[in-house]
């Protein structure tokens, strides 16, 4: 039996979050329906102590000053990825901004931080202090990098574990 | 005491009361009022202008305004709507003409093919317009994919192809079909409980029904008819009254749970009544091979008949003698016309070998002479009439004799052959006389007589005398019929000796019975001027013998 899940991924314009699953999903559809709807769908099937759950990954166009995160696509969503990029501080921000803004669509579900760019961490100039400032645990965020594959799988691990653990 | 508290009240209190009479004044004059309210009404407006409620107050008001405008003085409005209502017009035209051609085309297409006209009679037979049959015959749709989708989520409930839909990851595909149904809502501001009905590509719709918590969408090729929506609407209630609680726990725990199949599959219709038509291809072979047969069983006759005449006319074109001018038919007859020679065959004949049904042909033969060499040699010898051992034959246009024919025949027949047409020269110099052969044959007889001699004798031995009346009495009828005949004839006497003794005695033997054997023959009445002697050197035999030589009498003799 295979467990659906909806899973929305969510940042900064630019953070990375197409390349982070780019070699790790099933791809169908071109990265052109971001820039027009503001969305691809992509799916990653995670085996999980012997459970198959297929996240459909709703990877949306990223946040910054010109755009704004399409709310209504977080509707029905099981697991929330926000993804930030350890070179740019202020990508912490908007991330810690559009969780704000998803609690009034979808309340409070399982999500975790992915700070990506973990190749990069000599030039990185975000602390884990500056992570916890903006709410999120230790436990639930992972450094990772989508050039050398560092952790991306572990993150959507992470999710589902977390998942599971809310339904249970 | 009342005045001073009065006047105290009026010292502490009068201005104020004054501001307040002054504004009980403006309350209650009505004129008052609507100046104020007139100043500051068009700002109140353009601040509330992005209001819906204000649109909603004025609406009613602004549309009986019209009303009273128009019912007052149409022309201001007139003249208000006169540049958009130009293009309107310009526009619903040519859209109206447009479909116009389109209808023309449809009923054209429809009206002239043989559909068509089964559709017509379908109709006349149903009492339907034939607009109405048209159309549900031309109503052909399949559905190919069904997707049961959780509304909110947008992940797959049930997902159903038709038989031979290659399909792609239907979760995803669902996911993108929610994602663009909240597009077009957040794009275009409708509420939430609406949803997106269909989209359309080409021949392909995707046509959408809403529930509270499904959504069900199918993926139509062609056109479908309305009742095929309510099939969808019908099935998506179905599924929200058996499997309310399912789709509530199927969001939280995202566990698949089984859709009732009779609730989907109506909706996955693959056949209407033309693909029903269009399933029973054996039906149309079977028509078409009962027409043809039908069709063969009525042409054969003609088709044989056509084929014997063919055959007629060919075997017409090689018969020698006959010359085919003109073919054809007239009056379900078929007409040959030519030129025949009377020499060959009736092509009547020819008729029956082909076949032909002699009810059904006219034909008209013109005679004519053909120059071929049997045709000339057949009438030369019907005009001269040569007797049994003269054969003819033609030498391009000489005609030749061989055999054996009197004299006057041949005198005759020269002259009759030289006039029959075609034939160019005629040689008889391969024909015998009929008189010299005869003769010949006679003196041949002659000639195998043989008178014996004794060794050494120059006198006949045995039975001479006997021979010697044979041979005397032949040469004397050769010369009877020699003088008939106008020929003559010459008697040679031989003799030879055997091959014993010398030369000179051989010699002077062989004289000796030649002279014997002559004077034979004189004696038995043959004149001695046509009888000489010569000598035979043919040696081991004694005998004497004859040769005669018969000779045409030259001209000028008696």
């Known amino acids: 039996m295979v467990i659906q899940r909806k899973v929305c991924m969510l940042g900064a314009t630019a ?44 990877d949306l166009q990223g946040e910054d000053d010109l755009q704004r995160v399409r709310l209504s696509y977080l509707r029905g969503a099981a697991g929330l990825i926000f993804v ?31 700070v990506n760019k973990a190749d990069l961490e000599s030039e990185w100039r975000v602390d884990d202090e500056s992570v916890r400032a903006i709410g999120f645990s230790p436990e639930n965020t992972l450094k990772a990098s989508a050039k050398d594959g560092r952790n991306v799988e572990a993150a959507f691990q992470l999710l589902v574990r977390q998942m599971a653990a809310r339904a249970s | 005491m009342p005045d001073r508290w009065a006047e105290l009240r009026g010292l502490i209190v009068g201005p ?15 004129r008052l009022n609507v100046d104020e309210v007139s100043r500051v009404l068009p700002e109140a407006v353009q601040r509330r202008a992005a209001d819906r409620e204000l649109g909603m107050a004025l609406g009613p008001v602004v549309g ?34 447009s479909e116009l051609v389109e209808s023309i085309n449809t009923t054209l297409e429809h009206s002239f093919s043989p559909r068509g006209l089964g559709w ?105 008819p309305v009742a095929y929506r309510e099939v969808l609407q019908e099935a998506v209630e179905g599924v929200q009254r058996a499997h309310a609680a399912d789709l509530d726990r199927f969001v939280a725990d995202g566990v698949p749970f089984e859709v009732r199949p009779e609730l989907l599959e109506p909706c996955l219709i693959s056949q209407l009544a033309e693909s029903k038509g269009r399933g029973s291809p054996w039906k149309l072979v079977v028509a078409a091979a009962l027409l043809l047969l039908g069709l063969g069983w009525c042409a054969y006759p003609k088709v044989q008949a056509s084929r014997a005449f063919n055959r007629y006319v060919t075997q017409l074109r090689e018969e020698p003698g006959v010359v085919v001018g003109s073919v054809g038919r007239r009056d379900g007859q078929y007409v040959v ?14 008729i029956a070998e082909a076949g032909l049904d002699t009810a ?68 008889f110099s391969q024909l015998k006389d009929s008189v010299d052969v005869a003769m010949r044959a006679t003196a ?92 035979d050197s043919t040696a081991g035999v004694r005998q004497a013998y004859l040769r005669v030589t018969i000779r045409p009498l030259l001209q000028g003799t008696p």
């Open chain 1, 84 to 114: 930030a990029d350890g070179t740019r501080p202020e990508t912490l921000t908007i991330a810690r901004s559009i969780q704000e803004s998803s609690r009034e669509v979808v309340g409070d579900i399982p999500a975790i931080l992915v």
């Open chain 2, 120 to 224: 017509r009679f379908e109709a006349l037979r149903t009492g339907k317009s034939f607009g109405e049959v048209v159309l549900s015959h031309s109503l052909l749709f399949r559905a190919e994919q069904l997707f049961l989708i959780h509304r909110e989520s947008g992940l797959l409930v049930k997902h159903l192809t038709a038989p031979g839909v290659k399909a792609l990851p239907p979760d995803m595909v669902a996911g993108m079909l929610t994602a663009i149904t909240e597009f077009a809502r957040d794009s275009f501001q409708v509420s939430k409980q609406e949803g997106l009905d269909s989209l359309a590509m080409g021949d392909l719709t995707v046509l959408v029904e809403q529930g509270p918590a499904a959504t069900l969408a199918s993926v139509v090729r062609g056109h479908a």
């Open chain 2, 337 to 350: 016309t030519g030129l025949r020679d009377p020499l060959a065959r009736d092509p009547k004949a020819l």
């Open chain 2, 444 to 535: 041949d007889q002659v000639e195998q007589l043989r008178v014996e001699f004794a060794r050494g004798d120059v006198y006949p031995v045995g039975a001479f005398r006997s021979t010697a009346d044979s041979m005397a009495a032949t040469v004397l009828r050769l010369i009877t019929d020699a003088g008939n005949n106008r020929r003559e004839v010459a008697v040679e006497v031989r003799a030879s000796t055997d091959s014993i003794g010398n030369a000179q005695v051989n010699l002077e033997l062989r004289e000796g019975r030649s002279r014997a054997l002559r004077a034979l023959m004189i004696a038995r009445g043959v004149p001695s001027s046509i009888v000489t002697v010569n000598q």
């Open chain 2, 360 to 427: 059904v042909l006219v034909s008209h033969w013109e005679p004519y002479i053909a120059l071929r060499p049997e045709f000339v040699l057949r009438r030369a010898g019907g005009a001269i009439k040569p007797p049994a051992p003269v054969t003819l034959a033609m030498r391009g246009d000489t005609l030749a004799a061989v055999g054996v024919a009197s004299e006057s025949w041949m005198r005759s027949a020269q002259t009759t052959a030289a006039a029959v047409a075609g034939v160019g020269a005629v040689d």
């Open chain 2, 64 to 97: 009986e305004a019209i009303k009273v405008s128009v019912r007052r003085d149409p022309q201001p409005i007139v003249d208000a709507i006169f540049p958009i209502i130009g293009p309107a017009i310009r526009r619903a035209i040519a859209s109206a003409f």
């Open chain 2, 16 to 30: 104020e009361r004054e501001r307040i009479d002054k504004v009980e004044r403006k309350l209650d004059d009505p």
């Open chain 1, 15 to 58: 953070v990375g979050k197409t390349s982070l699953v780019r070699r790790f999903v099933e791809s169908m559809f071109s990265e052109r329906y971001q820039a027009t709807i503001g969305v691809k769908i992509d799916r990653k099937l995670v085996e999980l102590d012997g459970m198959s759950v297929s996240l459909l990954l709703w």
